[in-house]
């Protein structure tokens, strides 16, 4: 009975991406119908411009879900080896360092390629990320979640600081970096989506790989060591996983907050903590909230656009408040 409910739950997970993903492609400035999308694909099946229309939100859709899939899969992991509930690329500061990294590649490197952007971004949101437990850990009680927040909002406060003193000097790099530091998918072309797919298979196969271990991590260090389980060897690699699956986001699309928070969270209070189950809802949630923000920002912002990062933040600020609210703590 167990099992079944699980199938169902993963049918209706599937079922609920495909609507997102035609909600996507029907929706925004000009909306079109499902006959007009499924005409594009067959010869003089739609007017001219309603199929152009649909051939060019078919890669921003994909790249949608690819990276709300990513960016929830790295937040759960940041959870999980943290064992805090809110942590979170954006809330740790992870994205402001692969921003000040991708901004002095423009700036001083004059780099234009997506591979650069992402191992740029990478190299950024790692040492971030070590900087920020580092700094979270130090004194009494270790890295708590309230001392977590703090580090990564001073760490975030710092980095954006350098970001700014990099990019006004020079209005060139203020034009090219202002649009991507909001956080959006309008851009995404099928050339994107080849790009970054090498990094995220990576980052999912490590993740799904690491399952086992961070679900024993999940009881505890002692526990785990005694279980077998090498817990710096996991921490390291589920570290690893969760920025690479980050950064190739935030180099590509710009720094897009509060999805790695919110889906992952509600995921566990629905799902419980096993993380084989976690996983794959987790990524179908943020493929889910990352296309239907995209559209809202489509309908809100016409006759122009809000970027996606824009409207995740709108809804992610009122529910990394309630979180908080609920997390206790001993000490900060």
Not at 13 to 21: D, E, G, K, N, P
């Amino acid at each position: 009975m167990k099992n079944k409910k699980i199938v169902i739950a993963g049918i209706a997970a599937v079922a609920a991406v495909l609507l997102c993903a035609v909600i996507s492609i029907a929706c925004g400035v000009k909306s079109v119908g499902v006959r007009s999308m499924i005409g594009a694909f067959i010869e003089n099946g739609a007017p001219a411009l309603e199929v152009s229309i649909v051939r060019a939100r078919i890669p921003r859709t994909v790249f949608g879900l690819i990276a709300g899939a990513a960016l929830s899969v790295s937040g759960l992991l940041m959870q999980s080896i943290t064992r805090n509930p809110i942590a979170d690329p954006s809330i740790l500061g992870v994205n402001t360092g692969a921003s000040l990294f991708v901004v002095c590649g423009i700036a001083f490197g004059h780099i234009s390629n997506g591979n650069q952007y992402i191992m740029l971004a990478f190299v950024g949101a790692f040492l971030t990320a070590v900087l920020v437990y580092g700094l979270a850990s130090v004194g009494k009680g270790g890295a708590t979640p309230i001392r977590l927040a703090l580090s990564g909002a001073a760490a975030g406060t710092a980095l954006q600081s350098l970001v700014n003193t990099v990019m006004l000097p020079d209005s060139h790099v203020m034009d090219q970096f202002r649009f991507w530091q909001t956080g959006s998918i309008g851009g995404a072309s099928w050339s994107d989506i080849r790009i970054i797919s090498p990094y995220l298979l990576i980052g999912f196969v490590l993740a799904v790989y690491l399952i086992p271990s961070l679900n024993i991590l999940a009881l505890g260090d002692e526990t785990a060591t005694g279980l077998g389980v090498n817990v710096t060897r996991i921490r390291v690699l589920a570290a690893l996983a969760g920025v690479l699956l980050c950064a190739a986001v935030t180099a590509l699309a710009g720094p897009i907050g509060f999805v790695g928070l919110m889906v992952p969270h509600l995921m566990r209070a629905v799902l419980g903590p096993d993380l084989k189950k976690l996983l794959p809802f987790s990524a179908a949630g943020g493929a889910c909230m990352l296309v239907l923000s995209d559209v809202a920002g489509r309908i809100l912002g016409r006759p122009g656009e809000l970027e996606s990062g824009i409207i995740t933040a709108l809804i992610g600020g009122p529910v990394f408040i309630m979180i908080i609210r609920k997390v206790k703590v001993r000490s900060i």
